[in-house]
């Protein structure tokens, strides 16, 4: 993890404490579903909660502990029995060290789909509020980085809003799939342990009962959880080419926000950079990076290898912190975007008219001219405008076949924008619902 | 596409010709839709339908027309025009290609993901009828590759069933994200075509509505379809991985179907090789080696550019047809598995009894020895079978603090296989439901 | 593979009759070497060069063999037998059917290097000539999408020579790793197989032998092999990327080569889109998807495992043809890529002389200015400039503390391009020698 | 980076304090060079260096400048001023940040690579003195799992050593490429900074000069860098797999070092589980999943974006700290590997001798059989033994067609290990040289 691009919030998720509280409750949660059935007795479980419920475990004490024992588990119920007292000895009966580690991770990866939920819907609400305020700020519309037909930069961030819907449907998706419980036993029989406790720690802890689990719990669920963080990462890149792209120096429709007394550059004071979408682009990158070993995790041996541990032990902190960053960047970044209306007008007018070309080609043919004697017309007047020889309104009204078809306002009216944005409000509502 | 580990029903979903015919359909709906809308003449919906429901597409000549537009749809469509005559004129208006490019693929991806689910159906019934079958063959469950606990084969079997539950549950939502119809002309405004057009064609193919195309689809939602295909990979890879590792010489508990005639290898004429699922771990990685560009192809720039194309063409036939492939044939393997319950007893007899250590364990905490005396005590004797000198349940029945704790008779209980057995009704119902 | 991005030429390395003929040179060349040490007759072996030098092997027909022996040297064996004659009987003794598919597989990627090779000497020498021909023609360097300093298109062009001569010699690397010649025997002891036989048919095949082989090339050499083609293949992205950049619409200072008769856009006639490097783009993807895959074959199991095949049936054309056809591509395009020196000044003013801020800043604190003031002198001018009130040299003159320390012609003099091409000469030289 | 899988030395390289001496030395030598030229005073480049040579400097401090400039290398500019005094105005005159950093970068990872292949060289030797060891301790070898010929540990090891000879020419190329110094200025023109101050840097810090950068060092060369180490990633799994399947309980051919006092399993105190080999597997998936990151890294837009930074921050520690991890732990490993010949025998002995049939049916081919009948006569004894009908030798012996072609004597000459191990000597002296 880098703490560069951490929250604490976040971070905290993933310390040895959080660890090891989650590990308590597994472990007295089944102590009380295990003195419920009669397999240890009550008062057990009842001095267990006692004394470990709000303990603040001592890391360092279990980390000497486990240099001995060699076992992460073993060290901490060692622990606890040094904090909890001689009932801890009733701790762990017939569970597997995979069954509390597991369900740990079942649980912080739970968290931290809750996390990036909240994220994504403060991102979504940023670009709502933007795509609101910009609903018919027309720019141009660029396919291959050329000017193609006017659009409006609301319908822009519409369309990353909704992909962002999508990011959260996957996300919720992604959460349901690793949120399960298995208390299960060394391979999976409950040979020694009933089925019972695990449906208790399950209920306790918010969690689906994993319906067959090997001492471990399958780790498909996993990989289809880094995939859903990988697609939104690539959705936050998107986003952000789109701002970088905006914020060239030719361009210039949007910059990122500038803070007073930021240096953007050490060597050229006038450059204002955008580094955070180039470092959002860049997390993208880190984050998907989880994808591939997450997918080489799933094909474990028989019940089990334990290869997979030392990738999670990456994977899992490093793609949901770095997420959670993006996401927040992102939406920040959103908050505050300088939008500049003014350039994107001018944009949108720099070919001279050009962007009209299609509806000037579909107007012609309208007129009974042949979809190919059309498409010379226009091109032949397009040529001109680009090699600077004329506005293309003003050419194609000197033009012969087409002055013969239309009148100047015909071709006026041609070159209309609010022709292109009849139908914002029919997007907005599919986006937004109606009335946005 | 490996023609070798290609299905002609998978491979076919390819084909120019059906590609072609998807085009059709959608520019033929479209019309229809116009001609409603009165922007065309119905009768030139007719005719077009009339001359090309039935058409085969001279594919051939579709290239040579390209060769010389260098566009793909415009060339289709003027072949359209050769074939279905002038009436064709009113096809493709106030449409980009893209509009038809992207709904074809949705179209195509959406029947990939149909035939998928369907292959993911095959194998699922037949491990199920495997795992039935295996219900209660004792097979010993091994973590780390090392003996651990008993558990049987149908189990086993029994996890990657709820495995492939998942993948087709992944596969369903796979198939909903990319089930979408863009017709919205240039940028995604709809400023020369009619949403309702775009509803129509919808709704004909049974695609639901793109809530906002900017010229193309996003592709975040073909990102998802591809990491739902490297999941299932990966749960074929751990299927194939399993039965490798049984079919090892010195294990021998399955083997792969040998046929009558089938020559092993060239040099060694006694050996049965578990190709087939060697075979299905280089699929695995082969469908895996889509999510990588896949992901790379969201952030296009602006409205779109074309990057994603090639990219496509490459991963959409080639990960669908070779999951369709390894799908079918892990279904086919499954149902034809050769399974040795004597081996897999043998074998987890092999360590003369230790498999029942931990048992023997917590029999003996619950007769009052601590936890580290009981650990001490079959540590040492499960160290003696390790070195050879005895089986386990006599050891113990040797020792002196085991025998001072337990019976002969209470011993001989905790090696009774059946006590590992008693919960497979209740896994077996969570993954099948009740009474498998 | 994909038929559109493959040259015929770069395809047929791939092609049934290609790896016939490999195949029987290997087998032929052993015999050459059997008979030389006495294990064949001489006569055998001359009859086989006889029989099979010019044959033109019957593909359908071994196809046909290997549906029934299911195994593909051994019916091409049977085949040789049906053209060649009994003498074919003394082929392939001792040697196991992966000394002739993993020789094959060398020969055919070492060929695949050496074609490789060659396309980047063709682009490099493109390249090299467009950098030659605009050496001195300036245009702004960016940083962060954002103006910086002058450059010279010519510079831009020889960081990327630069970059395409590393290629050149990571693909030699490349082909040096793959290029060796195993015939050992079932697991590599040569039990049945003299080493001479290898050293000879390393020897003609102009291979080196692998000192190693346990039945199998070690798959480390191919994983290094198809890292070297993507790394490559990044490079080329990063060329297509820049020209993706200078084709936009605002900053037009590069186009591709547009062909006379070529539709831009079904709908927009005036467009031409940069497709050929977003092509790239979408290739250098594809080629890259072969890395992982590539990685993950090389944990093949004990003396080997045969999940590599099915990768690299799919990896090994793929990969090398579409890099062929991406730096064919390139090649082509950089050979005729329009280039407007214009608008790249026209684009070096658009800042009013912003680029030569930093100058200006060293400027005055060689005039004794802290480098603190002359940081705010240089900035609060600056953003003047950025706000549309002037441009930079005229604001300099009338800033105060600017012209205390400096006179007008010394501002001036900062603002020479010429200043920031000195070293251009001493950049050429260490690209493409003195003189250049 | 995950601390338990990072050694101090390692992980120091990538220290801040590590990073703020380098940032110094490159500053300071800079200096020197400027001094040297008569750009700043001879007595300000002694000042900077009697000031800072043994200076800690105050990362906690450099942070909090940082939060006002948000900008690192301006951040320790301003610190260093703090520590060395006023001279300090002299340094990074022309310079620009990425000068520093990418040149601090360069000699982090060249020294990273040094430690890289000292581990390799480790790991090497312990291979080595374990192939010597083992030359002739006879084990079966395996393709795809099942029993093929007879081999020898040490051969399999002589093919893991070669392999990691070719990983360190890998690393010692990587090495090589990133090895590089810029020191050009804001676009790699050298406007403000002479040449000759970055070839004196070069020099200082053992680096070449970057022939054209373009204020970043091109990112193909860490592109190529990260893929070295993937591959090594790779060779060190397929070490890893080979131990964890000898380690198999049914095969117990070789285990992993077992530490006085380790508990393998808190529930099963039997269980030795190779865990070392399987985190190994696990960090090679680590180290592999720097490699994609790093390969989208190198299309930076135009002469840079800082994309690449972040994903540096995280890939460059994790990837050499974790790969040294894995190389070390692999070193010591197999220094101390328990190998267990007499299980090897025992297991090349279960098929009884069927691991002998390809030389049987050469020596009967050898004897005017022609290869079809000898193919049949060997597969149908082969098959017996398969099904537990006797042992291989005998079952020869007794069938007609062989035992009419062969003497017992000439029979049992077949199934003398010796034969399989006569070429060891020359494989080994391939590998380790003559006298190995």
Same mark, same amino acid.
């Given at each position: 993890m880098? !703490?560069?691009?951490?929250? !604490?919030?976040?971070?905290d998720?993933?310390?040895?404490?959080?660890?090891?509280?989650?590990?308590?409750?597994i472990?007295?949660?089944?102590?009380?579903?295990?003195?419920?059935?009669g397999?240890?007795?009550?008062?057990?479980?009842?001095a267990?909660?006692?004394?470990?419920?709000?303990?603040?475990?001592?890391?360092?004490?279990?980390?000497e502990?486990? %240099?001995?024992?060699?076992h992460?588990?073993?060290a901490?119920?060692?622990?606890?029995a040094?904090?909890?007292?001689?009932e801890a000895?009733?701790?762990?009966?017939?569970?597997?060290?995979?069954?509390?580690?597991?369900?740990c991770?079942?649980?912080?990866?739970?968290?931290?789909?809750?996390?990036?939920?909240?994220?994504?819907d403060?991102?979504?609400?940023?670009?709502?509020?933007?795509?609101?305020?910009?609903?018919?700020?027309?720019?141009?519309g660029?396919?291959?980085?050329?000017?193609?037909?006017?659009?409006t930069?609301?319908l822009?961030?519409?369309?990353h809003y909704?992909?962002?819907?999508?990011?959260?449907?996957?996300?919720?998706?992604?959460?349901?799939?690793?949120?399960?419980?298995?208390?299960?036993?060394?391979?999976?029989?409950?040979?020694?342990v009933?089925?019972?406790?695990?449906?208790?720690v399950?209920?306790?802890?918010?969690?689906?009962?994993?319906?067959?689990?090997?001492?471990?719990?399958?780790r498909?669920?996993?990989?289809?959880?880094?995939?859903?963080?990988?697609?939104?990462?690539?959705?936050?890149e %998107?986003?952000?080419?789109?701002?970088?792209?905006?914020?060239?120096?030719?361009?210039?429709?949007?910059?990122?926000?500038?803070?007073?007394?930021?240096?953007?550059?050490?060597?050229?004071?006038?450059?204002?950079?955008?580094?955070?979408?180039?470092?959002?682009?860049g997390?993208?990158?880190?984050? %998907?990076?989880?994808v591939?070993?997450?997918?080489?995790?799933?094909?474990?041996?028989?019940?089990?290898?334990?290869?997979?541990?030392?990738?999670?032990?990456?994977?899992?902190?490093?793609?949901?912190?770095?997420?959670?960053?993006a996401?927040r960047?992102?939406a920040?970044?959103?908050?505050?975007?300088?939008?500049?209306?003014?350039?994107?007008?001018?944009?949108?007018?720099?070919?001279?008219?050009?962007?009209?070309?299609?509806?000037?080609?579909?107007?012609?043919?309208?007129?009974?001219?042949?979809?190919?004697?059309?498409?010379?017309?226009?091109?032949?007047?397009?040529?001109?405008?680009?090699r600077?020889?004329g506005?293309?309104?003003?050419?194609?009204?000197?033009? !012969?076949?087409?002055?013969?078809?239309?009148?100047?306002?015909e071709?006026?009216?041609?070159?209309d924008?609010?022709?292109?944005?009849?139908?914002?409000?029919?997007?907005?509502?599919?986006?937004?619902?109606?009335?946005?």
């Amino acid at each position: 993890m880098i !703490p560069r691009y951490a929250r !604490p919030e976040a971070a905290d998720l993933w310390s040895p404490q959080t660890r090891y509280r989650i590990w308590f409750e597994i472990e007295a949660h089944a102590a009380d579903a295990m003195a419920e059935l009669g397999v240890i007795p009550k008062a057990a479980a009842e001095a267990i909660w006692a004394g470990g419920k709000d303990a603040i475990w001592d890391a360092d004490r279990i980390d000497e502990i486990e %240099r001995t024992t060699r076992h992460d588990v073993l060290a901490f119920l060692t622990h606890v029995a040094e904090v909890v007292g001689p009932e801890a000895r009733f701790l762990h009966q017939g569970l597997t060290s995979s069954d509390v580690l597991d369900t740990c991770l079942a649980v912080q990866l739970s968290r931290a789909a809750d996390m990036l939920i909240e994220d994504v819907d403060l991102l979504m609400a940023a670009i709502k509020r933007r795509a609101i305020e910009h609903k018919y700020t027309p720019t141009v519309g660029r396919s291959h980085g050329i000017h193609a037909e006017p659009t409006t930069f609301g319908l822009k961030l519409a369309g990353h809003y909704a992909e962002f819907q999508r990011a959260k449907e996957r996300l919720a998706m992604a959460r349901f799939e690793v949120a399960t419980c298995a208390i299960s036993g060394s391979v999976g029989t409950f040979a020694n342990v009933d089925p019972r406790v695990e449906a208790h720690v399950a209920e306790k802890l918010g969690l689906a009962v994993e319906p067959v689990s090997s001492q471990v719990i399958p780790r498909d669920r996993h990989a289809a959880f880094f995939a859903a963080l990988a697609v939104t990462a690539s959705s936050i890149e %998107r986003l952000a080419i789109e701002i970088r792209h905006l914020q060239r120096t030719e361009v210039l429709e949007a910059e990122e926000p500038f803070e007073v007394g930021q240096k953007g550059s050490s060597s050229m004071p006038h450059k204002r950079n955008p580094i955070l979408t180039e470092n959002l682009t860049g997390l993208a990158r880190l984050v %998907r990076s989880a994808v591939v070993p997450a997918l080489e995790n799933v094909a474990l041996w028989h019940e089990r290898d334990i290869s997979h541990s030392s990738v999670e032990r990456g994977i899992a902190p490093d793609a949901t912190v770095h997420l959670d960053f993006a996401l927040r960047r992102a939406a920040s970044l959103m908050e505050r975007l300088v939008v500049y209306p003014d350039n994107m007008l001018k944009n949108l007018d720099r070919l001279g008219g050009l962007v009209h070309s299609q509806r000037v080609m579909l107007g012609l043919t309208q007129k009974n001219i042949s979809r190919e004697d059309a498409y010379a017309a226009v091109q032949g007047n397009a040529m001109k405008v680009w090699r600077g020889e004329g506005r293309f309104l003003e050419l194609l009204k000197a033009d !012969p076949v087409v002055s013969k078809a239309m009148t100047d306002a015909e071709l006026e009216a041609l070159f209309d924008l609010g022709y292109h944005f009849k139908h914002v409000d029919t997007i907005f509502a599919r986006v937004f619902g109606e009335g946005a």
